[in-house]
């Protein structure tokens, strides 16, 4: 396979995981009356579940690269740190696990804050 057809079979499934994550998120909200981001919650545990599906299945390259960075990339941006952190606490690396799961979320929250308030 050459690597336009590769690219574009990325970008196909990065509009999918795209246009399936706004559904997911839009959806939900709409059944559960709470005032908790609960679209993203599911939409980063189904993510992580499925990309680890695709990586621990070996899929071939345009078809893993389709799945994995195409569509579930679109999807959710939390699944490829969730396999990383997964990798790390399987190499035993306690505390850079640590720091690429839990640790990661509250950077990326506390920069969220920080872009916010230096926007206001």
Not at 43 to 60: C, D, E, I, Q
Not at 87 to 101: D, E, I, S, T, Y
Request: proline share 3%.
């Amino acid at each position: 396979m050459s690597e336009l057809l590769g690219v574009l079979l990325i970008a196909v499934g990065g509009g999918i995981g795209a246009a399936l994550r706004f559904t997911v998120d839009q959806s939900i909200p709409a059944r559960v009356r709470e005032r908790f981001p609960w679209g993203t919650v599911a939409v980063n545990l189904t993510g992580s579940f499925a990309l680890g599906l695709v990586a621990g299945a070996a899929l071939s390259d345009p078809l893993g690269a389709a799945l994995g960075t195409g569509v579930l990339g679109g999807y959710t941006t939390f699944s490829t740190a969730s396999l990383n952190s997964i990798r790390l606490l399987h190499a035993k690396r306690w505390l850079a696990a640590l720091v690429a799961g839990p640790g990661m979320l509250l950077a990326c929250t506390a920069l969220a804050v920080a872009g916010l308030l230096l926007t206001r």
